[in-house]
């Protein structure tokens, strides 16, 4: 193509006091495609997006839209330009509908009273037009967060921005919201808009982009003006640096007696009992569509919510109902599938963070915390699950979160007595590099005869990691398949509703 | 350029010129409030007259006695991102209660007992209903304020209640090497609540909660009993201050402590605790406790109206503030 490209980056370089975000970053996309971003978390494609989006002023360098310098100073510039930059962290007004929140600061009005009527035609108009399943009428946070993403994009296209950018689109998705987002952005391309897409999940990016670029601390480290005939082991291995080999790493191990039994548990909202068992030195996981009730079950069986029937049993030693405390003195843990919410205390020290639990067994005089000792435990497991922290006095907040994934591992791991640890989507929002050390963690307490239970919404990943994999759907465990015999076709179909095919889920 | 050598441009951040410079505002943020401190007394010391002498910062400490010792577990009570609007109501109720007990009884013992019994009761209660029923701290203890208010003017039925034992004078006037037993007393409460927080799995559970209250819960903290301890031993506490200041009073006065919950939460800020809850350092209060009692004492010395002296504090209040919060932004970044 002779004209000039849709978008380019040209030389881009962005510091902050003492870190530099990006340096000499250049490349280019054309109008009508889908442009992969890929990179560790922390490899500067946010910052990237953020400059794009006009939230940044860039040190060095510019942005051009078909051949033109722009010098966006505000978010309100770049939306003026016609780009579109669509943060995973959504900004919408939860308590208006989808018409007003589409329409916001432009609502039709009449006699100065807003026109419902016609606003109301208007937006079901286009929201047909583009083909999106929507009630214009609902209030967003009556929605799913796949449905908020929705409303975001058609905000954006509704705005004629010619250029969007999505950051991290589907890792809240379900399957099938994650198609309709899918067909809509083939929509858009077919449309002429260019389009940036950044995700960790690889399968995604061979599914969606035409072309490639990959980031690795602030720099671009990689082109690929086409996927065609590009592995995934060549796209990882350009990200990390390094050949990281099987990202799975799965060997077959002995599994002991059973550790973990669960019968019969309900609790306000697993209505139907839930039974399963998991032995000494065995990794199952859980896989099932959102709402498909693992966590609920997960969180039933170590008492964050209220176990209103059932048993769970650990070593054959009952573990009191609705007890977390006791959960934890019988050696039954769990990292929670919100790390930012429920995982981490974002303004106490990775040291903490990591001692929390397991320093009431070294207390001094039975009443004074042992300094000396849980500077040790902490400062082991930084080095042993190579947790990137400048110090363990550092507030944890600071750290990326993979990092904190793995502090937050490093607390159960510091239990002496860790028996069965439950894992909720511990890779979610992790960089390809991360989620491979937390399997090595995973494989290891297996290898020491812990239980692991681990819920995950990537497929790949639970076929990969999984000793067993257990199928869930709508609160129920509706197939169970080991190692061998899972496959993509099979877990899905199980997950699957009734009535659903799995060509068409995803 | 090969892989190996962008990465390592990408790690050469800092020169060691930066470190030394960036610990240099470490230290400065970590004691700017100490250093301030110090700064104040010593302009005080030259400028104003009398300031600086033995008698003075005896009188200066008796005088921020009480603020001194509930600050130590209102501290806790603002660490775990929880309120307590009732303390000052607390303070007066335990001075009336205190009095007529040991008027009805002959006994000052019995007096302080039943006083620090219906103290915690007070505290206990608070904490229940927060931790238990779920109910927000700021209208709790909003409603036990004037409940307990109420209950001190009942009581005493609005008059001063003298109390005829002189044995408790002793209570707030006596002197233990040079120094008055409140202070005593305070200094003793700035040492064991400073090592509950530090240096115990109470304290570091109360920062946990405040930090991140499920995360705390679902990492084994018993969140509704830590809860319910902090204001119990808060309840314990302001009646302390209550006993102590009737006794320096010689009476139960019903009207006592008026606005004293806010000069106490004022010197926890001051001090550097967040309101957001899972920061909180001794120190700080403790250094919070003598800006706000310093002031003060110097207003007086230089017969500043007491009407201005709402102005000072309430400023001094709002600057601390923004300081902090400048403070927060940077770290943030």
């Given at each position: 193509m002779g004209s000039a490209p849709r978008l380019e980056f040209r030389h881009i370089g962005k510091s902050f006091p003492g870190v530099r975000a990006l340096s000499d970053v250049s490349f280019a996309m054309r109008a009508g495609s889908v442009h992969g971003l890929l990179g560790e978390n922390g490899a500067g494609k946010s910052t990237m997006m953020k400059i794009l989006g006009g939230e940044y002023i860039p040190d060095e360098g510019a942005v051009a839209i078909d051949g033109d310098v722009q010098a966006f100073r505000s978010a309100a510039d770049a939306i003026g330009a016609g780009v579109a930059v669509i943060h995973q962290e959504l900004q919408y007004v939860p308590e208006l509908s989808v018409m007003e929140n589409l329409l916001l600061g432009r609502l039709p009005t009449r006699f100065g009273l807003v026109d419902r009527r016609r606003a109301l035609a208007w937006t079901r108009e286009r929201l047909d037009a583009l083909g999106v399943d929507l009630d214009p009428r609902a209030k967003l946070r009556q929605l799913s967060i796949g449905q908020r993403q929705m409303v975001e994009i058609v905000k954006a296209i509704l705005r004629d921005a010619t250029i969007l950018a999505l950051d991290e689109p589907t890792s809240s998705l379900s399957h099938r919201e994650t198609d309709v987002l899918f067909r809509l952005v083939r929509d858009l391309r077919a449309q002429g808009k260019a389009m940036i897409y950044i995700s960790h999940r690889l399968d995604e990016i061979f599914e969606l982009c035409d072309a490639a670029t990959i980031f690795r601390d602030g720099r671009k480290v990689a082109d690929f003006d086409t996927l065609e005939g590009v592995t995934r082991d060549t796209l990882v291995q350009r990200m990390v640096g390094r050949d990281i080999g099987d990202i799975w790493g799965y060997k077959p191990r002995e599994h002991g007696d059973v550790r973990l039994s669960v019968k019969d548990v309900t609790s306000h909202i697993v209505q139907r009992p839930v039974s399963f068992d998991v032995r000494a030195g065995e990794i199952v996981g859980f896989f099932g569509?959102?709402?498909?009730g693992r966590s609920e079950v997960m969180r039933a069986v170590y008492g964050a919510d209220r176990r209103l029937s059932g048993t769970v049993t650990v070593d054959g030693k009952p573990v009191k109902a609705s007890h977390i405390r006791d959960a934890i003195r019988h050696g039954l843990v769990f990292c929670p599938e919100d790390r930012k919410e429920e995982g981490i205390i974002g303004v106490r020290s990775v040291a903490e963070n990591i001692n929390i639990s397991a320093r009431r067994n070294h207390l001094t005089a039975g009443l004074f915390v042992n300094d000396r000792i849980e500077a040790k435990t902490a400062d082991s497991y930084i080095e042993r699950l190579r947790i990137r922290t400048p110090h363990r006095r550092q507030e944890i907040r600071l750290l990326s979160g993979g990092n904190q994934q793995k502090a937050v591992l490093s607390r159960w791991l510091?239990?002496?007595?860790?028996?069965v640890l439950i894992v909720d989507e511990p890779t979610r929002g992790i960089d390809v590099g991360a989620k491979n050390e937390i399997y090595n963690v995973l494989y290891e307490l297996a290898a020491h005869g812990v239980a692991v239970v681990m819920i995950s919404s990537e497929l790949p990943e639970v076929l990969g990691v999984s000793d067993r994999v257990i199928a869930m759907c709508h609160g129920r465990i509706v197939g169970q398949f080991a190692h061998g015999e899972a496959n993509e076709q099979n877990v899905l179909a199980a997950a699957l509703p009734e009535g659903t095919t799995a060509t068409n889920a995803r | 350029m090969t892989d190996s050598q962008a990465a390592a441009i990408g790690a050469t951040r800092e020169t060691p010129a930066a470190r030394r410079r960036a610990l240099l505002w470490q230290v400065v943020d970590d004691y700017s409030l100490i250093l301030i401190f110090i700064a104040l007394f010593a302009v005080l010391s030259v400028t104003v007259q009398y300031f600086f002498s033995w008698d003075n910062m005896v009188g200066l400490l008796l005088s921020v006695s009480q603020i001194g010792m509930v600050s130590c577990t209102m501290m806790f009570c603002l660490a775990s991102r929880d309120f307590d609007l009732s303390v000052g109501s607390t303070v007066a109720f335990a001075g009336v209660f205190c009095a007529i007990v040991a008027n009805a009884t002959g006994s000052v013992a019995i007096g302080v007992a039943a006083a620090i019994v219906a103290g915690g009761l007070v505290g206990f209660v608070n904490g229940a209903v927060i931790a238990?029923?779920?109910?927000n701290a700021l209208i709790t203890t909003l409603a036990t304020m004037e409940i307990v208010r109420g209950l001190a003017f009942i009581s005493s039925q609005g008059q001063a209640v003298g109390v005829?034992?002189?044995?408790?004078?002793t209570l707030g006037s006596a002197e233990l090497f040079g120094l008055p037993v409140p202070v005593w007393v305070t200094l003793a409460c700035f040492a064991v609540f400073g090592v509950l927080l530090n240096k115990t799995i109470y304290g570091r559970n109360t920062l946990a909660i405040g930090g991140n209250p499920d995360a705390a819960r679902l990492a084994g903290v018993a969140v509704d009993r830590v809860r319910i301890a902090i204001f119990l031993i808060q309840g314990v506490v302001a009646a302390l201050a209550g006993i102590i200041l009737a006794s320096r009073m010689t009476s139960g006065q019903?009207?006592?402590?008026?606005?004293f919950e806010l000069n106490v939460i004022s010197a926890c800020v001051l001090g550097g605790v967040s309101l957001m809850g899972g920061r909180a350092t001794i120190s700080g209060v403790i250094v919070g406790v003598l800006i706000m009692g310093t002031v003060q004492n110097a207003m007086s010395l230089m017969n500043i109206d007491a009407f201005y002296q709402y102005l000072v504090r309430g400023t001094i209040l709002l600057i601390a503030v923004l300081v902090d919060q400048l403070k927060n932004r940077r770290q943030a970044r």
């Open positions: 569509l959102v709402g498909a510091a239990e002496k007595d860790l028996r | 238990k029923l779920k109910i005829t034992n002189e044995a408790f004078f019903p009207n006592a402590g008026e606005g």
